[in-house]
DNA sequence: GTCTATAGAACGATAGAC
DNA sequence: GTCTATCGTTCTATAGAC
């Protein structure tokens, strides 16, 4: 209640940078456009991020983290108030999903933009980019990587893994483009709804989760 | 078995300009380095292309053009060869996946790299691009789409779309990043194996297509 | 912490000789 | 069809005054 209604410099060029990012792509948007969206000199961004690198990476982590602490916050939940070896694959999957998808909803300013762009950072080409998201997600991931497995008890590694890797996509794709569903379906699926794209790709991993293996690794 | 050995100028720019954008996406290679690469003057570029935005579309018309011919070929050859009504859900999605897919295993210079790229374009910013896309897309997209609709008959609306694009996620994903799997799964997935990804894909993908609708839509 | 000014390099694009 | 030369712009980054 005390915080201060002004918005600080390096809050303003965090919000302008993230917009342009998902406009124009990391390598699309300058320093340049930046600072005039965000209306700070152009020396300010050097003065608190050092580089362009590390802006973009400041961009992300500022979103990243709480919805991934959430994701292991609502995790260790469903943990305590599972018993052992009664994990629920749909629960896992809206842990995981949810607290991407809920910013969409949240009506925070830029929220809507900043799910493309997180949809959109796994297939970025930067190596350095790559190298700092592995380190942001490697908790997220070995945790739901256990969970999932522990349900998925009859898959062998071969299968299993390979569908963490869809799923991903599926989220990712998800996240990245709020647009093409309305478009291809002539208005029928309604991107607003946080609910209905939610539960829609619950329904759809998990039946590609649980499908039967290829049972090529276990002809042995 | 005329075809002259040399490699022409635009041939060369095409090449090159290939391998850069996936390395360092559209817009983090310069023209300069794609001449650079290419061993070709900077003025070429813009005799034989126009602009640099001519050559991606150039670029990318030249890998997809094949590719969703392929995908059209193999699908009317399965409406000739099933009678009406009996189309097999795996069948489409083979012939929806398989010539991306292939062309990764083809050996040809640069064909590991294109696959990536393919598995990038719906995840770009660029408005003109996704228009161009959208047109190089709209015959393969509505074939098959009509084709998945006579397979899931009882898929409501709703649910029919939502899953299209969770699919064609779980696709460009997969195109996308050819080492994720192997990284993560410690090297139990092989990426260098068209026919695990292309099986393991198809078995995925016709699972969540398959699975229960989520009925929101059909409490009226 | 914010500004002006500018360095120094790279960018896409073009003109015109050959 | 290929070249050199260069235009005009934009880029990231920094130095130094306030």
């Given at each position: ?164 890797h869809f799923m991903l996509g599926a ?50």
């Amino acid at each position: 209640m005390s915080a201060p209604p002004t918005t600080d410099t390096k809050t303003l060029i965090l919000d302008a940078a993230e917009i342009l990012f998902v406009e124009k792509g990391f390598e699309g948007a300058s320093l340049r456009s930046v600072v005039a969206k965000a209306d700070v000199n152009i020396a300010a961004v050097h003065y608190h991020f050092g580089s362009k690198e590390s802006l973009i990476q400041a961009v992300l982590a500022r979103r990243l983290e709480p919805i991934n602490r959430e994701r292991l916050e609502r995790l260790a939940i469903l943990r305590k108030d599972t018993p052992k070896g009664e994990l629920q694959l749909e629960d896992v999957l809206r842990a995981l999903f949810e607290p991407a998808f809920r910013m969409a909803g949240s009506g925070a300013p830029g929220s809507n933009d900043i799910v493309r762009l997180i949809g959109r950072i796994f297939s970025e080409p930067s190596h350095s980019l790559q190298l700092f998201l592995r380190d942001r997600f490697r908790e997220v991931f070995d945790n739901f990587t256990s969970a999932f497995r522990e349900i998925l008890t009859d898959l062998p590694d071969l299968d299993f893994y390979w569908r963490i890797h869809f799923m991903l996509g599926a989220m990712c794709h998800t996240l990245c483009d709020r647009e093409r569903p309305v478009l291809l379906s002539g208005g029928v699926c309604d991107v607003e709804s946080q609910d209905e794209v939610l539960e829609q790709l619950v329904a759809f991993v998990a039946g590609g989760l649980r499908a039967q293996s290829t049972g090529k690794k276990r002809l042995s």
